[in-house]
């Protein structure tokens, strides 16, 4: 039976390859596959091959979150495997790539949509296949749509997807939700925290 670790690293290589359907995979699934099927789906899970046959090649781009959870799991090397030359921050001084795809790895929040969409303006990558580690609130993505549009970059969005993956694996079947930085313990036993904090704090609990 697959462990957490083992179904968050399908997933991260499914959404590495472009969301395709047949990427990734889980063990369970694998076993029902004879020899030669798990060969071919093996082959496919290194990294997903254009029309040409030849290894699409992409750049990751991610956010605090986003590289503790692919650098826990997964090794530079796999990601090379997986057609990724380049992984950068998305608060780095970063230069325009010409028909690259690039995957962005990130959470739903109105500083990294900001940052997303002074990439699309500036056409740094096409297409664009944005991962959202949690849920996207329908308020921020309607903004995100209207300033797309307004923008006229819309056409450089080849995906828009919520992955669930807003956990770190440290172990098979342990994880943490990486909340350090937010001093949670003292925040929920405290007296003096602010109600909107307070259900910030909760809301990322849940959501992870």
């Not at 290194?46 to 991610?62: M, N, P, R, Y």
């Not at 500083?111 to 664009?128: F, Q, R, W």
């Amino acid at each position: 039976m697959a462990s957490l670790r083992d179904k968050q690293i399908a997933s991260l290589k499914r959404m590495l390859n472009l969301n395709d359907a047949g990427a990734g995979g889980s063990d369970d699934a694998n076993h029902s596959l004879s020899q030669h099927q798990q060969q071919s789906q093996q082959h496919q899970q290194l990294g997903l091959l254009g029309s040409d046959g030849e290894l699409i090649w992409k750049v990751l781009v991610f956010d605090d979150l986003g590289m503790q959870i692919v650098s826990s799991v997964l090794r530079v090397s796999d990601l090379r495997s997986l057609g990724v030359t380049m992984h950068m921050h998305l608060s780095a001084n970063r230069h325009r790539i010409e028909d690259v795809p690039v995957i962005y790895l990130v959470e739903p929040t109105t500083a990294n949509l900001k940052a997303i969409t002074g990439d699309l303006e500036k056409d740094l990558y096409s297409p664009a296949y944005i991962n959202f580690l949690s849920s996207i609130p329908r308020p921020l993505l309607e903004d995100f749509a209207s300033e797309t549009v307004a923008n006229g970059t819309q056409d450089h969005i080849a995906q828009l997807y919520d992955q669930y993956l807003n956990f770190i694996c440290t172990e098979n079947d342990l994880f943490s939700l990486g909340m350090q930085n937010d001093h949670t313990y003292w925040a929920l036993n405290s007296g003096q925290i602010k109600d909107e904090q307070l259900d910030h704090i909760l809301n990322k609990v849940v959501s992870g």
